[in-house]
């Protein structure tokens, strides 16, 4: 069987039957040395040093086990300046489009404020929104935009309106993942799996022809 693609992590899984992991790295950016496969990116909600992050950012986004910028965004219930986190999203997108990687997206309240910052800047990197959460009007916006959307853990709960718009999203434009919720990504494809009513097979394979596309792997 082929393996399961969990876009965005923040815990370390061993890379076995062909499984990839995303690890997310928001702090700790030397980290990405080791050669794991990770996305680098300032956090919103962590921008107290990020003068000094980004610079480190910068030496190391271009290391080809990163790739990804992000997680990174916007969020209008964290307690960081609002101008401060525009300015520093700014900087990351030009930074993935100077590298030509993807942006891994963490956005609260703000897909208006998110969607003007990437037409504005201009952006050209592919846009995964990650862990997606919310109305399917809202997602049916960021589609139309071109961006990707990726679920997580809020799949499991049988009554999430998050569920029902997953089962018929494009089989292009979606992807599944763990973050921080401590699932097993397995659990999450098997969700999935009914949601969509397909084989297990057919979407793993599916998920990994988004990642190719998306990932230029």
Same mark, same amino acid.
């Given at each position: 069987?082929?393996?399961?693609?969990?876009?965005?992590?923040?815990?370390?899984?061993?890379?076995?039957?062909?499984?990839?992991?995303?690890?997310?790295?928001?702090?700790?950016?030397?980290?990405?040395?080791?050669? +794991? +496969? @990770?996305? =680098?990116?300032?956090?919103?909600?962590?921008? &107290?040093?990020?003068?000094? $992050?980004? &610079? =480190?950012?910068?030496?190391?986004?271009?290391?080809?086990?990163?790739?990804?910028?992000?997680?990174?965004?916007? $969020?209008?219930?964290?307690?960081?300046?609002?101008?401060?986190?525009?300015?520093?999203?700014?900087?990351?997108?030009? =930074?993935?489009? !100077?590298?030509?990687?993807?942006?891994?997206?963490? @956005?609260?309240?703000?897909?208006?404020?998110? *969607?003007?910052?990437?037409?504005?800047?201009?952006? &050209? !990197?592919?846009? *995964?929104?990650?862990?997606?959460?919310?109305?399917?009007?809202?997602?049916?916006?960021?589609?139309?935009?071109?961006?990707?959307?990726?679920?997580? !853990?809020? %799949?499991?709960?049988?009554?999430?309106?998050?569920?029902?718009?997953?089962?018929? %999203? $494009?089989?292009?434009?979606?992807?599944?993942?763990?973050?921080? !919720?401590?699932? $097993?990504?397995?659990? %999450?494809?098997?969700?999935?799996?009914?949601?969509?009513? @397909?084989? &297990?097979?057919?979407?793993?394979?599916? +998920?990994?022809?988004?990642?190719?596309? +998306?990932?230029?792997?």
């Amino acid at each position: 069987m082929p393996g399961h693609i969990d876009i965005h992590t923040h815990h370390l899984t061993s890379p076995i039957n062909g499984n990839i992991s995303i690890l997310n790295f928001y702090k700790d950016f030397e980290e990405a040395k080791k050669g +794991v +496969v @990770c996305s =680098l990116g300032l956090h919103p909600w962590y921008l &107290e040093n990020w003068n000094r $992050d980004f &610079e =480190l950012l910068e030496s190391l986004a271009a290391l080809p086990n990163v790739v990804a910028i992000g997680e990174c965004g916007l $969020d209008k219930l964290c307690k960081t300046d609002w101008h401060l986190q525009m300015t520093v999203f700014k900087k990351q997108i030009y =930074l993935a489009n !100077s590298l030509d990687k993807p942006l891994v997206i963490h @956005c609260v309240r703000a897909y208006p404020e998110l *969607i003007g910052v990437l037409q504005i800047s201009p952006n &050209e !990197s592919p846009v *995964i929104i990650h862990g997606y959460n919310n109305k399917e009007s809202i997602g049916q916006v960021l589609l139309d935009k071109g961006y990707y959307l990726s679920f997580g !853990s809020a %799949i499991l709960k049988p009554e999430s309106p998050t569920a029902g718009f997953l089962a018929h %999203i $494009d089989k292009e434009r979606f992807f599944l993942e763990t973050d921080d !919720s401590g699932a $097993d990504i397995k659990e %999450i494809y098997r969700r999935a799996t009914h949601i969509r009513k @397909c084989s &297990e097979d057919e979407l793993i394979l599916q +998920v990994q022809q988004n990642y190719k596309t +998306v990932f230029n792997q």
